[in-house]
């Protein structure tokens, strides 16, 4: 609903078309390959692939825009570093999303003002990508010898890398992890 409700809004501006409809993150990515638009709008969370991991697949290719509730300094972060150009807030109105568009078009940055402000006196992220990749998947009720069959690895390192990942947030144990990396937007 959200979707649809997105897309009339921004068909109704005379320069913006939209030209295809995901609800995942693998379709979002085939479609932008089939439709090649020069803006996609994307969001931090999809089942199957991330917004974040579509922005990266895609760099240099389309430009992305993350419109998400996610108003957290760690998410904005890893939006950048995945190439993002635009990182929006669901609360705004619909023409501010409309100018995002347009201004991100034209090569330009839009972040919201305010999580960019705190984006500079946040945590930094202690997690390397494969600690956070395998404290998702601990998330996600995967077992240790699940995660290490699915990335290839023994489930010795998977057990070393959720311990260096409790430590490394001060938790007691993966779910705490999981926890705090949650809410400061690192997971």
Same mark, same amino acid.
């Given at each position: ?30 479609? %932008?390959?089939?439709? *090649? #638009?020069?803006?996609?709008?994307? $969001? ?6 991330? +917004? !974040?991991? /579509? ?32 990182? %929006?807030?669901?609360? *705004? #109105?619909?023409?501010?999303?409309? $100018? ?6 034209? +090569? !330009?940055? /839009? ?77």
């Amino acid at each position: 609903m959200v979707l649809g409700a997105l897309a009339a809004l921004l068909s109704l501006e005379d320069d913006i078309e939209v030209v295809a409809q995901a609800t995942d993150g693998a379709s979002a990515l085939a479609l %932008v390959r089939e439709h *090649q #638009p020069d803006v996609l709008i994307t $969001d931090v969370e999809m089942p199957e692939l991330s +917004g !974040l991991d /579509v922005a990266r697949a895609l760099q240099g290719q389309t430009r992305v825009i993350v419109l998400t509730n996610f108003a957290r300094a760690g998410y904005l972060r890893r939006a950048l570093e995945a190439g993002v150009g635009g990182y %929006v807030l669901k609360a *705004q #109105p619909a023409e501010e999303l409309a $100018d995002a568009v347009r201004r991100v078009h034209r +090569g !330009l940055r /839009v972040i919201d003002p305010q999580l960019a402000a705190e984006s500079w006196s946040g945590d930094a992220d202690p997690l390397t990508p494969r600690q956070r990749e395998i404290l998702l998947l601990a998330t996600e009720g995967a077992s240790t010898a699940r995660i290490a069959a699915r990335l290839g690895i023994s489930a010795g390192t998977v057990r070393n890398y959720l311990s260096e990942a409790i430590l490394k947030l001060g938790a007691a144990n993966r779910i705490e992890a999981a926890r705090i990396a949650r809410a400061k937007g690192w997971l």
